[in-house]
T-cell receptor, first 114, second 111 residues
């Protein structure tokens, strides 16, 4: 299995600011993903983080709001830009070695926007 | 668009009871189905993965079944323990390896 860590684990931010969340995997994974879990809701996929190229975003999510980087096979960042209280959520990253295999999740970053 | 529903939304049982959690999905064109556990304030732990060609998977006291044609999966937990208390999520994986998650079942096992 993969061990995935995220930084920060939680943060409280002011509206209009941006926060970058880091995701580190202890082994090289083919695929990395970013999810959002709004209060009381299940997880929703934001985007697939592609190494060396632009992320693939799901409907309702755009690069200007959620820029993603993936410089190598073990690391990715998600930035939540120009935050509003509606962005208060848990943000989780996941990694997967190969297509059709188990996805392993990080512990999540709990974001509160005031 | 794939939609995943879990029933019941919440469940409270006494310790030692066997229980079944249900998951249904609308599009049967899936690669696999995964069951996860989420503890309060923590991330997701993978429990079982069933490939679309499989009917069931077992791990310890957990058994998951998959009926792809009818769009259903069940997670059976034998001899439940207080440590099993958590939210259980099912997720189906389709093209692009994206996971579509269900709404979750919040389980409480009473000592």
């Amino acid at each position: 299995s993969a061990v995935i860590s995220q930084k920060p684990s939680r943060d409280i931010c002011q509206r209009g600011t941006s926060l970058t969340i880091q995701c580190q995997v202890d082994s090289q994974v083919t695929m990395m993903f970013w999810y959002r879990q709004q209060p009381g809701q299940s997880l929703t996929l934001i985007a697939t983080a592609n190494q060396g190229s632009e992320a693939t975003y799901e409907s309702g999510f755009v690069i200007d709001k959620f820029p993603i980087s993936r410089p190598n096979l073990t690391f990715s960042t998600l930035t939540v830009s120009n935050m509003s209280p509606e962005d208060s959520s848990i943000y989780l990253c996941s990694g997967q070695w190969d297509s059709g295999e188990t996805q392993y999740f990080g512990p999540g970053t709990r974001l509160l926007v005031l | 668009k794939q939609e995943v529903t879990q029933i019941p939304a919440a469940l409270s049982v006494p310790e030692g009871e066997n229980l079944v959690l249900n998951c249904s999905f609308t599009d049967s064109a899936i690669y696999n189905l995964q069951w996860f556990r989420q503890d309060p304030g923590k991330g997701l732990t993978s429990l079982l993965l069933i490939q679309s060609s499989q009917r069931e998977q077992t791990s310890g006291r957990l058994n998951a079944s998959l009926d792809k044609s009818s769009g259903r999966s069940t997670l059976y937990i034998a001899a439940s323990q207080p440590g099993d208390s958590a939210t259980y999520l099912c997720a189906v994986q389709s093209s692009g390896d994206k996971l579509t998650f269900g709404t979750g079942t919040r389980l409480a096992v009473r000592p």
